[in-house]
């Protein structure tokens, strides 16, 4: 399963936030041991006037860990960057099954 991170963040500060996700976020999230692998990606096809478009695309183990990913572990990190960046991003995420 492909769990994606859809956001938005401010140009000004869209530098200093690819290293936080590269260096500490995403890393972070790996070590629930939900996932297989991530990738950061940016988007410049839906970059806005004043925010850079990104992805964070991860590979979940599969649905069961995606699920207790999201109950047990995504409410803290998520408000961790909320906290960090308020005001300052928009995100939205999708879940997609893989095709066997």
């Not at 140009?11 to 976020?25: L, N």
């Not at 041991?33 to 839906?46: C, G, K």
């Not at 970059?47 to 860990?65: F, M, N, P, S, V």
Request: overall charge negative.
């Amino acid at each position: 399963m492909l769990y994606i991170v859809y956001i938005a963040i401010d140009q000004d500060i869209a530098p200093e936030w690819e290293a936080w996700m590269t260096q500490t976020h995403i890393p972070d999230v790996l070590h629930t041991q939900a996932f297989e692998s991530a990738v950061l990606a940016r988007d410049p096809n839906a970059d806005q006037a004043t925010r850079r478009a990104y992805r964070a695309i991860y590979l979940a183990k599969d649905e069961q860990a995606l699920t207790h990913y999201q109950h047990h572990h995504a409410p803290a990190l998520q408000a961790e960057h909320t906290e960090r960046y308020a005001g300052r991003f928009e995100a939205h995420r999708e879940i997609l099954g893989r095709v066997p």
